[in-house]
């Protein structure tokens, strides 16, 4: 008896600090949420294209906005960069049975595929206005920083290949895993629909085939000076958006941590039809409703939310604030507050490029710092400049064909809880935009890592 009434007080206990600890989280997520985003203008001259990274996203961020766009009869495209297939959980979930590790992870590409294709046509969008490119999953950012060459292709260790798989829906056959294949690509597809609107991530989210699809289609707009609307839509940040973590449960609201970052929020309406056939397409998804169901049902709300984040001009005069990193935002679980990233300033003399980057605490010999450099010439060519700082020493990496492995008269000064970096105009390329962006990493693993921003020089 004695050992029952001790077992029930065990589990009253376990239960009452569940509970606590469920407010706490609930609190603490909750007060970093801004319920006031702005409604987005919707503009009669649509011609709207949506760059999803993996099958789903598409439907996660913009169900909405597509359903809304057809109903309107106006055209939609969208574009679908990866098949989704190196999702581990997923692939073993879904097809146990499996031959193999590789034939697990090639037929879970097909389905998510054929799931794009169904969770699309519930909201009325026919599979011709589909496109999907078979790039890697898990591969996109590796693309753009050290697989860009013809000469270095990604190869995707789960599917054995460094091309699209034949036996899919393939945009283009045996197009090679390289940065410069995923720009041409793009830039055919966007060039040739000319949309008046662009859907596609956010620069803060968190999964790298996010960011990184958001850096190709950004350097595309600016190399070819396209004027479109740009809006930015949010999918992996840490638990958000689950319904325990937002106040207004009904409504999505961004992070109010990225509010504070450059970011302006909009958000469009949706009616409860309209959130219905959203939590429909949703559903389609068969294979990552069985693995992350609860996620991706916390997208269908009343609203779908998208950020603008604009182009900076760069100083020529006083260093100002170019990227603002939200402090206490690392990556790494054992954070680090030296390798806190705070922001990135900088300015542009008549002789020389200054940029600054802060952290909360010291710079510290135990982490390394990196500065992500892309210079987009006058004739529309990419040079990537990689700074590596350590123990007080730089290093520029070499990791495309076209990256600057030396700089002449490059100055570094590390004082406290600054790396400032001073880089003559005569050793650099001639240039019209920079795109840039800073990490820090202690051995391998990423403690801290910026948004990338475009600026223009004038």
Known sequence: MLKTKKLVLRALVLAILIVLSFAYYQAKWSSI?????????????????????????????????????????????????????????AATVNFPLAKSRTER??????????????????????????????????????MWSKNWDQNHPYFNGNTKLDHPAKDLRNY????????LNVVQDLDKIITSYQPTDIYYPHPNDLHADHWATNCFVKYILTKNELKVREHLYLVHWRIWPTIWVVKNRNKLSPPKILTKTGTEWTEVPLTPNETHLKKSAILAYKTQIKVMGHLLLSFARAN????????????????QLLISDPVGDGWDHNFNASGDIGGIYGNITEDKLNLLLTTKANISPKITYYLHLRFIGEKKGIYPVDFLIKNGKINLLPLTEKSLTNI????????????????????LPAFSHLYLNGETRKTKTLIDKTAWRMLDIK
Do not use: W
């Open 33 to 89: 949420l801004d319920n006031s985003p702005k409604s987005q203008q919707i503009y009669n001259n649509r011609r709207v294209l949506v760059i999803a990274p993996h099958p789903d996203d598409e439907a996660l961020g913009c169900a909405g906005i597509i359903y809304q766009t057809l109903q309107q009869d106006k055209k939609i495209k969208v574009v679908i960069m990866t098949n989704g297939d190196s999702f581990g959980r």
């Open 304 to 319: 779908e939310l998208f950020g603008s984040y604009p182009n900076l001009t760069l100083p020529k005069k006083n260093s």
């Open 105 to 142: 992870y090639l037929s879970l590409g097909k389905a998510r595929q054929e799931e794009s294709i169904q969770g699309l046509k519930r909201l009325g969008l026919t599979e011709k206005d589909i496109i999907f490119l078979n790039y890697p999953d898990k591969g996109m950012s590796s």
């Open 408 to 427: 002449n008269g490059l100055d570094l000064l590390i004082k406290k809880n600054e790396i400032h970096l001073g880089l003559p105009l005569s050793s």
């Open 172 to 179: 283009k056959e045996n197009s090679l895993y390289t940065g």
